[in-house]
């Protein structure tokens, strides 16, 4: 069997008395997590650096030109897309720990 490891963000919800002591009793591994890094966030590393790659040196004439732009962007995104960016957290989340909280810079 397989041990579950959640890393989550440490907002209030996820640090109450109650989720803690559920998680306690699934034994599930709470993995530490910085504050503030959005580099273990795979949409801030993921998504959004490559929209952001996608969007570079474009111009607009009007906003239906962006949101056309837009949404040819993120329909062509496969799920290997998404599934690549969830798949690197764990080397993410290794190097940002192992070097203290330091952020990932690519």
């Given at each position: 069997?397989?041990?579950v490891?959640?890393?989550?963000?440490n907002a209030?919800p996820?640090?109450?008395?109650?989720?803690?002591q559920k998680?306690?009793?699934?034994?599930?591994?709470?993995l530490p997590?910085p504050?503030y890094?959005p580099d273990?966030?795979?949409s801030?590393?993921?998504?959004f650096?490559?929209?952001r790659n996608?969007?570079v040196k474009?111009q607009?004439d009007d906003?239906?030109q962006?949101k056309?732009?837009?949404?040819?962007f993120?329909?062509?995104l496969?799920?290997k897309?998404?599934?690549?960016g969830?798949l690197?957290?764990p080397?993410?989340?290794?190097?940002v720990?192992?070097?203290?909280?330091?952020?990932?810079?690519?």
């Amino acid at each position: 069997r397989r041990k579950v490891r959640l890393l989550h963000d440490n907002a209030k919800p996820h640090t109450s008395k109650f989720t803690r002591q559920k998680l306690e009793e699934l034994g599930w591994e709470i993995l530490p997590h910085p504050p503030y890094s959005p580099d273990l966030a795979p949409s801030d590393y993921h998504l959004f650096r490559s929209l952001r790659n996608h969007l570079v040196k474009k111009q607009f004439d009007d906003e239906a030109q962006l949101k056309s732009d837009l949404e040819n962007f993120f329909s062509s995104l496969t799920k290997k897309f998404f599934e690549d960016g969830i798949l690197d957290l764990p080397k993410r989340w290794e190097y940002v720990i192992d070097n203290n909280g330091i952020y990932v810079a690519d």
